[in-house]
């Protein structure tokens, strides 16, 4: 698409593996970067929130779609999702003509999709603001042009917040209120909050691509045992010893991939909230890195970043089907009862059942994803951290970082090595499914 005075050169690269990504060499505005930017300001006000982990892979994935259904107006149909959900939205479509700015309309429908459906996402009202200024100043385009874009994109937005509306997330307050359960091995609220558990029944939840939350249930946790020579006795050591004798480095990468929004430290009397994203939202982040980082074009990066948010999505509720299923006790509160009651994690422990791992869930799922987009040996400075103080890291490919982020875990001192094993086996597992699907329909080109 030719905006007024901007030419726009696709130049497509391809990878071993068959797949093409359009590079954008747009002179003086670099849309990839625009784009991410503004799938930061939906962090911001998650983080605002305190949005819980599964909570904000659906805002994620919402103003994804959102943002992708605006792309494909006036482009090829094929690269959709929604004939791929299991339940099918009622999506009208319409051809952009002429006045649609689609690179706008991709951002706007984004942050209205954002302001719609989260709790403070009135806060997003400035950003769009902001954005068509932007795009007004910068990317000349007149009052016609904007009006139209943004009447489109809004349009959209609803459509997308109606479908959200069924999805289950209003009844969640109707069911029956989690009990922990009182018997050995299994979770209980952990210090220095006790929260109740998060989210108990979003394994109700409806998924975009998978058919349900225990279509890719792993295999059982190791049984809980306080036989000092059973398995589940030396998961417990493992941790305890692990968490003992950390390197400098070992505690870098646990406080890289922390991304507990729950975090909590004191202060006298007084608790602290720690402001932290959430392990969708660094992935979100990842994939707008890489996008940067490719020069991506504006269609290449919003799909990547719908593709990548939806396989988190259902991931989520993979992860959170189990995780209520097994309702396994966490390392803290084993720890602490069976063999040292002064022992405590580097990391807060987050306020549910322990297995599986739900970073390493996401994170492999994400990988597989970015992997499949961009290729493996993909070297980048992963920077979505530095916004709450914690430095960049690099990583040589996407696979690395996943189990980097996976083994940050038990260096953390919250998950034992059996729910980080089958969490990476159960994300590769959703995300290969989802691919399966995307390539059962089409080819990306």
Not at 95 to 103: E, G, I, Q
Not at 220 to 249: G, H, I, R
Not at 265 to 286: A, D, N, Q, R
Request: hydrophobic share 40%; charged share 20%.
């Amino acid at each position: 698409m030719i905006q007024r005075t901007f030419l726009s050169l696709a130049i497509f690269v391809f990878f071993s593996d068959g797949i093409a990504i359009s590079q954008n060499t747009s002179a003086g505005f670099d849309e990839a970067g625009e784009f991410a930017n503004t799938a930061f300001h939906l962090s911001e006000v998650m983080v605002h929130d305190v949005a819980n982990p599964p909570a904000a892979s659906r805002f994620y994935a919402y103003a994804m779609e959102a943002a992708h259904q605006a792309i494909l107006m006036g482009t090829d149909r094929s690269l959709s999702f929604d004939h791929l959900f299991h339940t099918l939205p009622a999506f009208e479509w319409k051809v952009a003509p002429r006045n649609f700015n689609k690179s706008l309309a991709a951002n706007y429908a984004m942050l209205e999709t954002g302001r719609l459906m989260m709790p403070s996402g009135y806060l997003l009202k400035e950003k769009q603001e902001r954005l068509v200024a932007r795009y007004k100043k910068e990317r000349h385009l007149s009052g016609k042009e904007i009006s139209y874009t943004v009447q489109q994109a809004e349009w959209i937005a609803l459509q997308v917040v109606a479908y959200a509306r069924s999805d289950g997330y209003t009844r969640l307050s109707t069911w029956q209120r989690y009990s922990p359960q009182k018997t050995e091995g299994h979770w209980y609220p952990t210090p220095p909050e006790y929260m109740l558990p998060v989210e108990a029944h979003w394994s109700t939840i409806r998924p975009f691509f998978i058919r349900s939350g225990s279509a890719f249930a792993p295999a059982p946790p190791v049984p809980f045992s306080t036989d000092k020579n059973s398995d589940f006795y030396k998961l417990m050591k493992e941790v305890y010893d692990t968490t003992s004798q950390l390197t400098p480095l070992q505690t870098t990468i646990a406080n890289f991939w922390d991304c507990n929004p729950f975090a909590v430290k004191y202060s006298g009397h007084m608790s602290i909230g720690l402001k932290k994203i959430s392990p969708g939202g660094h992935w979100i982040g990842i994939t707008g890195i890489i996008c940067k980082q490719k020069k991506s074009s504006l269609d290449s990066t919003v799909y990547a970043h719908a593709l990548v948010a939806l396989t988190i999505h259902d991931a989520f509720i993979s992860c959170w089907t189990e995780k209520y299923t097994s309702d396994r006790i966490r390392p803290e509160t084993a720890i602490n009862k069976y063999m040292d009651a002064e022992w405590r994690p580097l990391l807060q422990t987050p306020p549910f059942p322990e297995y599986t791992s739900g970073h390493s869930v996401v994170s492999s799922a994400s990988a597989e994803i970015l992997s499949y987009l961009f290729g493996d040996a993909v070297r980048y400075t992963d920077t979505s951290e530095e916004y709450f103080g914690i430095p960049a890291r690099t990583f040589n490919s996407f696979r690395d970082a996943a189990n980097e982020a996976a083994i940050s875990r038990l260096y953390g001192g919250i998950h034992f090595r059996d729910a980080i094993v089958a969490g990476q086996i159960q994300g590769k597992q959703v995300a290969r499914y989802i691919l399966d699907q995307v390539n059962s329909k089409k080819e990306i080109k």
